[in-house]
């Protein structure tokens, strides 16, 4: 690890100005990526901006037809939240399914969503329920927001707030784990709602992407068959030491069909 200033605000105004005013530092959540990072020195950021102590950053409000999450709310937070549970049983059943009790315990919504990691959950529900990122900056949309392998929209230096989730008529989500790690080494998230049908499709390609041919069959006729006979070509999705491109291919189908049932 290299040496780094250590900086703890309590308020997002003061977090924004520390990470202005270098912009070589870095925003911490819960550190489940950023510290392994650190400690392989694949980072160095000259200062760390932790966001722990920034109350205003957590919690779940409903606005309109929206769940508003705050960028460090936890995972077991989102699993448990009642507001959540009520109206998108579909996230907090996806938040439940991420990694292991301690992951869910320090890993956080907005550390999820500004990694874009290609296995993660997140990904799939944020553009599948068509979400809005909102920053210290501007509200950027899910469709605007994934831009390739651990890369966002996100400027150097701006901050994650919150995401607005448009509440659905209905959602599912439906992942194969990686038996070691519970990454996805696929998922579908689908969701029908003011957006119409949306599809996404994690762990399966280098970002996560939605599915036209699926959406357009879920729009004909909301059920599983209607995904059954659509096949994900293998072009272009990850192989790996866990999985072929073709398996990855095949599981898009089944994780599809298994989303449609579950919502
Ligand atoms: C063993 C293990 C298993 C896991 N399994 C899963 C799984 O099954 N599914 C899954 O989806 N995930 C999984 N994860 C990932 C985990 O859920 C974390 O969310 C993820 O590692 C990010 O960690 P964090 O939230 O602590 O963010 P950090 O590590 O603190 O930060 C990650 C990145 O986001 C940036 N960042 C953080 N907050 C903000 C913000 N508000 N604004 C702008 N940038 C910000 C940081 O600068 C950093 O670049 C797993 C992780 C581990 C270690």
């Known amino acids: 690890m290299y040496d780094f200033a250590y900086h703890k605000p ?11 005013e270098d912009p070589d530092a870095k925003p911490i959540s819960g550190g489940m990526t950023l510290l392994p990072a650190l400690k392989h020195r694949l980072n160095r950021p000259t200062a760390l ?15 309109g037809g929206a769940l508003v999450i705050g960028a460090m709310t936890k995972h077991v937070e989102v699993a448990t ?10 996230l907090a059943k996806m938040a439940a399914s991420i990694g292991d009790t301690q992951v869910r315990n320090r890993g ?5 969503l500004a990694n ?27 469709d605007d927001f994934f831009q390739g392998m651990f890369t966002t929209a996100l ?25 070691a790690s519970r990454y996805a080494m696929a998922g579908v998230f689908v ?22 041919e699926m959406e357009a069959a879920l729009a004909a006729n909301w059920s599983p068959e209607a995904v059954a006979g659509i096949h994900q070509s293998p072009d272009d999705l990850n192989s790996d030491i866990h999985g072929s491109a073709e398996y990855r291919a095949h599981l898009v189908t089944v994780m599809a069909k298994r989303a449609v049932a579950a919502a």
């Not at 400027?155 to 990686?178: M, Q, T």
């Not at 969701?191 to 036209?212: D, E, L, S, Y």
């Open 10 to 20: 309590s308020s997002i105004a003061d977090a924004v100005k520390l990470l202005s």
């Open 49 to 63: 901006i932790d966001l722990s102590a920034i109350a205003e950053l957590r919690g779940v409000k409903q606005e």
């Open 81 to 90: 939240n009642p507001l959540v549970l009520g109206a998108i049983p579909a």
């Open 108 to 112: 956080t919504l907005g550390g999820s």
């Open 116 to 142: 874009n990691d290609p296995a993660a959950d997140y990904p799939a529900a944020a553009l599948a329920l068509g979400a809005s990122f909102i920053t210290d900056r501007r509200s950027i949309p899910a």
């Open 155 to 179: 400027e150097p230096g701006e901050l994650l707030i919150a995401v607005s989730f448009p509440i659905p008529e209905k959602a599912g989500y439906a992942k194969l784990r990686n038996p």
């Open 191 to 212: 969701a029908k709602g003011g957006q119409g049908v949306r599809v996404a499709v994690n762990g399966a390609g280098p970002c996560v992407f939605r599915q036209p």
